[in-house]
Nanobody, 124 residues
């Protein structure tokens, strides 16, 4: 059974940085595009960023562009989300997701597997 396990969340202050990690197992990792989504209380899950299978192409939501960076290490079955200049509105549970195929999707329904999420809280 495929597993995606996020880690690295926590409580930080406005302007701080965090690095989230997602470890994938029981999956041919290099065959999957990977995405990060987030869900704040009372809101729908929203797209944050995604990376294609070989890491050569990425896309970001406008709200995080220039502050967040996605990367992956196919040798380690890992995907990362470096988050800089965090703001209170970034507070959410962050999920990583795997999509079989060359290219990412911006939609939650486009992903085959999901992690359990990690909480990120940014205080003002």
């Amino acid at each position: 059974q495929v597993q995606l396990v996020e880690s690295g969340g926590g409580l930080v202050q406005n302007g701080d940085s965090l690095r989230l990690s997602c470890a994938a197992s029981r999956i041919t990792f290099s065959a999957y595009s990977m995405g990060w989504f987030r869900q704040a209380p009372g809101k729908e899950r929203e797209f944050v960023t995604a990376i294609n299978r070989n890491g050569g192409d990425t896309t970001y939501a406008d709200s995080v562009k220039g502050r967040f960076t996605i990367s992956r290490d196919n040798a380690k079955n890992m995907v990362y989300l470096q988050m800089n200049s965090l703001k209170p509105e970034d507070t959410a549970v962050y999920y990583c997701a795997a999509r079989y195929g060359v290219r990412w999707s911006l939609e939650t329904g486009g992903y085959n597997y999901w992690g359990q999420g990690t909480q990120v809280t940014v205080s003002s």
